[in-house]
């Protein structure tokens, strides 16, 4: 809806991999590093979360990259958002781009979207990492599979000006009052 230009190669990649009139498999899934690659970078850009894998400091911990000592009783958590958007982390971090974890030589992606990594928290990290993301993932990939294959999805009028997510106490959630028109695709009814 907001990036059209995803649309074409995610539907080729798609229907290259799903033998004709057969339904989404995790198999299916894993023959499509575009997809994965975009998931990826849906979850960087529109995590839910502004910091995460918070920790109670229960004896003092010092902290060598940074030189501090913190007592117990601190909190610390990681800046999930604005790692997502570090430069150091991700060129040009602010854009959109579908093929960020899509690696064009090898034809595969570079991480899957259920990775996580002390660079990658839209899953959170460590003893704490999101243990529904495979579950999860597949839903919606499975979900947006199915759409991208037999719907036109567009914006109505005034969408495309409201902001896509909605900030609510550290967390960010999808903005209900954009409304989209859906349409099947022809042959697809
Ligand atoms: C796209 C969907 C999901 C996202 C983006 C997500 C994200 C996260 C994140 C970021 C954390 C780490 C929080 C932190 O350490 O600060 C987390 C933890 C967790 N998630 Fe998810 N999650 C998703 C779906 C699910 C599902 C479907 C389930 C269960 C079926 C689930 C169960 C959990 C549990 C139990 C934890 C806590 C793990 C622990 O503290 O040991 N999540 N999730």
Known sequence: MVNPECIAPLREELQAALPTGQCTTPDVMNQCPKLESFMREILR??????????????????????????????ILTLPWYWMSRDQDLYPNPDEFDSHRFYDESSGGCTARVTTSSDKFLGFGYG???????????????????????????????????????????????????????????????
């Open 127 to 189: 003893t704490s990492t999101c243990p529904g993301r495979f579950m999860a993932s597949r839903v919606v990939q499975t979900v947006f599979t199915k759409i991208l294959l037999d719907f036109d999805v567009t914006c109505m009028p005034g969408g495309q000006e409201l902001p896509f997510n909605i900030f609510s106490s550290a967390f960010f959630m999808t903005n209900t009052e954009i409304e989209a028109r859906i349409r099947p695709r022809a042959g697809k009814m």
């Open 45 to 74: 850009l529109h995590g839910t979360i502004l910091y995460g894998s918070s920790r109670l400091v229960i004896k003092p911990v010092h902290i060598p990259s940074l030189g501090r000592t913190f007592p117990p009783g601190s």
